[in-house]
């Protein structure tokens, strides 16, 4: 067990970056005897009984949508950096510290894998670097045979880097100026029935001109939407959507947590470089300039017939 531990500690120092991290190399890393050198981890789910019903050892409970809140009459736009901050360093993010995120609900339409996606942007947008989705959340970790516990867990206050990452979201001005670039993809990560206008949900129907669907859930496997399938299973279907890492990409969904997925994917998975979130989303795009931002409705899935 100590050359395991020893060798996990050795390859994650080596890759301090943004990623997937296996359940057994998380709970390897939770078990470590020196507690100054256990990562912190993150539940992220919307359900606090959830968190009561079980989590994984050490989780500190940080309710995604914490971190967003209604601004100029849109509701669920991400907080100001002053405000975001201070729930972080309450929710014990330090800037030296490797950080575990997770959820749990693992079919659909259940969506919690889009609250630990959420939750790693915020992180990276405020400049935090060493962060890992355990992959296949809560489910997995059971399915490994690993037990859950009910024991509350709170982190020491954090510490925030002193510079951020703002490069990785994108507002609206953004969104427009991509239209104009040969290289540009704008990605609508929500199901295809709100991508056409067939939904109940939005103030205005449709998706933004010029942008592709792509359904978050095709990177997930079909038993397991917090399990994440690899780059080598996923490429042709990216690629055939005309999704490839030469373009300047920037994702956007209803409220910005399915783009975040996509950007999670996109960058840190597959490795793309140019990748960027719309935060503002549709529920803002509907809502600008008095409601005159144009739309279209309808269309197909991106890559499939």
Known sequence: MKSILAFILLTTAAQADIG??????????????DASKRPIVLDTRGGYKDYFRGHLPTAHHLEFDTLRGTD???????????????????????????HLVYATGDVLPNDEILSS????????????????????????WQKQGFAPTQDYFGNPPGRLPEKGNPGVAANIDDVQALAGESDGLLIDARPLN???????VWLRKGHIPGAISFHWARLMEADNTHKFKPYSET??????????????IIAYCGTSREGSLLLFYLKHVAGYPNVRLYEGA????VW???????????????GLK
């Open 20 to 33: 997937l991290i296996s359940c057994a190399e998380a709970k390897a890393l939770i078990e470590n005897p």
């Open 72 to 98: 100029n009459a849109v509701p669920v736009q991400y907080l100001p950096d002053d405000l975001t901050k201070a729930l972080l360093v309450r929710a014990g993010i330090d800037k030296d510290r490797l």
């Open 117 to 140: 996606t959420m939750v790693v942007h915020v992180l990276e947008k405020l400049g935090v670097k060493d962060v890992k989705i355990v992959d296949g959340g809560l489910a997995e």
């Open 194 to 200: 709100e991508f056409r206008g067939e939904d109940d």
């Open 235 to 248: 490429k042709a279907d990216l690629e055939a959507a005309g999704i490839t890492p030469d373009k300047n």
């Open 282 to 285: 549709w529920k803002e795009y």
């Open 288 to 302: 600008l300039k008095g409601k005159s931002l144009p739309a279209e409705t309808g269309g197909d899935p991106a």
